[in-house]
């Protein structure tokens, strides 16, 4: 026996022992939770897409300010995959926070160059000295070989300085070398398409492309959340 009564439906053999399911209960609710899910996932899934179509047009719009050579090693497939990478945001804060290390690293090695170079300076100035007060107090008849002796010891301070100053510079290769080795793995695990580890010298100068591509967008505000391109 069916008995239907004010938009409910009662079900049971009699009416005393029918069970009453509101119209409207909990599978209308169940119903526009799943599909009101789904609605939102689709809803995303477009702002996605047109965020994404948004980040590739601006980067096809500057890849056109890099030389021919390097615009077509910079297919649509690769400028799509970087796009798809700066989606989140996340990679714009990761770039920023390694220009910030490198700019510090650059620092710190400029002003070790630098006390290194005053640190010659001092020698070089206490050593003139030190020969005019030897030359000034010396005999005539001893002055020759006093000059020889003096310029054997200049030589050798002008060597000591140059082997310094060659591996002071040494030193700040190698470690601008390691920063971009840890930039290169960084972005890579990061998923930014072109970024691996190498000493290519075209690899190099195409991901210096990439990562002026990368700060170009942020400046014109392209993070996540931003819609100005």
């Not at 100035?125 to 006093?146: F, G, I, S, T, W």
């Not at 010891?153 to 030193?171: F, P, Y």
């Amino acid at each position: 026996m069916v008995v239907k009564w004010a938009g409910c439906v009662s079900l049971g053999p009699d009416a005393e022992e029918a069970r009453v399911v509101p119209a409207g209960g909990w599978l209308v609710a169940t119903t526009m939770e799943r599909y009101g899910g789904a609605f939102e996932e689709a809803v995303d899934g477009a702002r996605q897409q047109e965020r994404h179509y948004q980040l590739l047009s601006a980067l096809q719009s500057l890849v056109k300010e890099l030389p021919s050579s390097f615009q077509q090693r910079l297919s649509y497939t690769t400028l799509s995959d970087l796009a798809l990478a700066l989606l989140d945001g996340t990679v714009f804060e990761i770039v920023q926070g390694l220009l910030e290390i490198q700019h510090l690293t650059e620092k710190s090695l400029y002003n070790q160059r630098l006390r290194l170079q005053n640190e010659h300076r001092v020698l070089r100035q206490a050593l003139r000295q030190k020969h005019q007060e030897a030359q000034q107090a010396c005999r005539p008849h001893n002055l020759p070989v006093l000059q020889a002796t003096q310029q054997r010891e200049l030589e050798a301070v002008e060597h000591r300085i140059r082997e310094e100053q060659r591996a002071m510079d040494q030193k700040i290769v190698l470690e601008l070398d390691r920063k971009v080795a840890d930039q290169q793995s960084t972005l890579e695990k990061a998923g930014v398409a072109g970024f691996y580890v190498t000493t290519n010298p075209q690899e190099l100068t195409l991901q210096m492309n990439l990562l002026e591509l990368i700060r170009k967008l942020q400046q014109r505000g392209c993070q996540a959340g931003k819609t100005a391109l």
